[in-house]
């Protein structure tokens, strides 16, 4: 199995419907841009974008498979979604680690066993806050990261949450990935700093429509 080192600049390659790169070829080329330009990993969504991604590079892929309502728990939200993205050719599974209610009624824990003990691969628990991030690493999870830190109370700060990051790090005995509105060398460096292990971007790389609308909106 492909692990995440340490020191890692992973890549999100995922693009919406509306966007002109949705599509399994597009990630792909995209994924195969990213290992070009010194990438250590992918984290891609959905069987067939994963797919697509394993069969063009050897980078250890963070899968997982949005399902369900954005606004609850929706980043694989169940133990057949962590499969489906496994059996696709990922090598870690990412889930929402949140203390919101699952959609299949089952807690964290349940799925965090199920997964390593049917699937024989480490999870990834994206959290929005310290005490969700506490709460999954004691049920299990391998890996936590601040994937969803701001987007689940109504706050959307303008920079990476580097303090959850460094009250992760204090307080964990596991890696701690960074994820969430990196956008520049400073933000990558303020975070490993913080203690990140690795750091996962995704719009300011991947994302030109997003690139194009912020550059845009600052002409006068």
Do not use: W
């Not at 509306?18 to 080329?29: D, I, K, Q, R, V």
């Not at 696709?88 to 199920?114: C, K, N, Y």
């Amino acid at each position: 199995m492909r692990a995440l080192r340490r020191g890692t600049l992973v890549v999100s390659c995922q693009a919406g419907r509306e966007n002109p790169l949705f599509g399994p070829a597009s990630m792909a080329l995209m994924a195969q841009a990213a290992e070009a330009g010194g990438a250590g990993g992918i984290r891609a969504n959905g069987p067939d974008d994963i797919a697509a991604i394993r069969a063009v590079t050897d980078l250890p892929i963070i899968g997982l498979h949005k399902l369900g309502d954005p606004a609850g728990v929706y980043i694989t939200p169940t133990y057949d979604a962590a499969a489906g993205v496994v059996a696709a050719g990922a090598d870690l599974v990412a889930l929402d680690a949140t203390l919101r209610p699952r959609p299949d009624g089952q807690q964290v824990a349940q799925q965090i066993a199920r997964i390593h003990d049917e699937l024989g691969v480490p999870v990834m628990a994206d959290i929005d806050t310290f005490e969700a991030g506490v709460a999954a690493r004691d049920v299990g999870a391998d890996v936590v990261a601040t994937t969803l830190s701001g987007y689940t109370d109504g706050r959307t700060p303008t920079g990476p949450d580097v303090e959850l990051v460094r009250q992760l790090a204090a307080k964990l005995d596991c890696p701690i990935v960074a994820e969430g509105r990196i956008r520049t060398p400073d933000d990558v460096r303020a975070v490993c700093d913080a203690g990140a292990y690795a750091v996962v971007v995704g719009n300011a790389i991947t994302n030109p429509m997003d690139l194009t609308a912020r550059l845009a909106g600052a002409i006068p």
